[in-house]
Nanobody, 117 residues
Framework: QVRLVESGGGLVQPGGSLRLSCTAY????????MGWYRQTPGKERELVAT???????NYAASVKGRFTIYRDNAKNTIYLQLNTLKPEDTAVYSC???????????WGQGTQVTVSS
């Protein structure tokens, strides 16, 4: 079992920055790719960024060049640096960890990011 604990959301003005963190507890060695997803009311959850155990990253087109995902393996933590934030980035951001097996992925509790003046 893996438990994901997120932090770092909040209210920020357009053009501002935030950093989200997600720390994994439990069977860390069973984890493959980790990532961030976001969801707004009435919309489907969408992928924001992922990072694999080798540090290879993948980004949604809407955030490429503005967001950066990275990891600190010593702390079992991934981060999402959000720069040049736009109102349309407002969403609940959730951390995801995909097991090496075919088991269902793990999810964090979600953290709210609100971009507004």
């Amino acid at each position: 079992q893996v438990r994901l604990v997120e932090s770092g959301g909040g209210l920020v003005q357009p053009g501002g920055s935030l950093r989200l963190s997600c720390t994994a507890y439990g069977s860390i060695l069973s984890i493959d790719v980790m990532g961030w997803y976001r969801q707004t009311p009435g919309k489907e959850r969408e992928l924001v960024a992922t990072i694999n155990p080798y540090g290879i990253t993948n980004y949604a087109a809407s955030v490429k060049g503005r967001f950066t995902i990275y990891r600190d393996n010593a702390k079992n933590t991934i981060y999402l640096q959000l720069n040049t934030l736009k109102p349309e980035d407002t969403a609940v951001y959730s951390c995801n960890a995909r097991p090496l097996s075919s088991a269902a992925p793990y999810w964090g509790q979600g953290t709210q990011v609100t971009v507004s003046s």
